[in-house]
């Protein structure tokens, strides 16, 4: 079963705006992970949050995690046409344990 | 670095037919996933294996998969027979055994149509 699920399904932005992603879990984690996926490709690993962090940035990118809400966000500020993909909130129950995915957000940035 | 390799990148069987699918992790990488994507979803994962141990077959569909780690290294997911139902996007992924979790590496993936 899925463990963690995307908000909102689908998204559609106009280049320069944020956009943000909500993803929603149901038990305790060790960590939570954000992947984007280009059509037709694999999932490209973007940012790691443990569950005892708060907020981590990369990029362009932020994350954040409310384990009381058992719940995270991933911002995407300034987007691009080439942010234009598929991500996907994964969580982990431990390190080293298998990582459980959403049915991800698909995010259109048009030029 | 290299990444994870895949292949074949697409197969097309017919149904009851059986197909194999390869994976070469990312050098050193102790931990290997085999995930089935079907579309318009999220990865689900079949197998977990740790050097060439399982750790996690919870999810594979023993009856018609299976699947192989030979020497820690490279894998091989086999379907037989197929059925409609397994038309999907196979991923192979990798990921050090790093205290704290670690992101994986996937591969790009086998696209396979059963028909």
């Known amino acids: 079963s899925q463990q963690g699920e995307e908000d909102p399904q689908a998204l559609s932005i106009q280049e320069g705006e944020n956009a943000t992603m909500n993803c929603s879990y149901k038990t305790s984690i060790n960590n939570l992970q954000w992947y984007r996926q280009n059509s037709g490709r694999g999932l490209v690993h973007l940012i790691l949050i443990r569950s005892n962090e708060r907020e981590k940035h990369s990029g362009r990118l932020r994350v954040t995690l409310d384990t009381s809400k058992k719940s995270s966000s991933l911002l995407i500020t300034a987007s691009q046409a080439a942010d234009t993909a598929s991500y996907f909130c994964?969580?982990?129950?431990?390190?080293?344990?298998?990582?459980?995915f959403g049915q991800g957000t698909e995010l259109s940035v048009k030029p | 670095e290299a990444g994870v390799a895949q292949s074949p990148r697409y197969k097309i069987i017919e149904k009851r037919q059986s197909v194999a699918f390869w994976c070469n992790p990312i050098s050193g990488h102790a931990t290997l996933y085999w995930y089935q994507q079907i579309l318009g979803q999220g990865p689900k994962l079949l197998i977990q294996f740790q050097n060439n141990g399982v750790v996690d077959d919870s999810q594979l569909p023993k009856d018609r998969f299976s699947a192989e780690r030979l020497k820690g290294v490279d894998s091989t997911l086999k379907i037989q027979p197929a059925k409609l139902e397994d038309s999907a996007v196979y991923l192979c992924?990798?990921?050090?055994?790093?205290?704290?979790?670690?992101?994986?590496?996937f591969g790009s993936g086998t696209r396979l149509t059963v028909v």
């Open positions: 994964a969580t982990a129950y431990n390190q080293g344990g298998k990582l459980i």
């Open positions: 992924a990798s990921s050090p055994l790093i205290r704290g979790g670690y992101g994986y590496t």
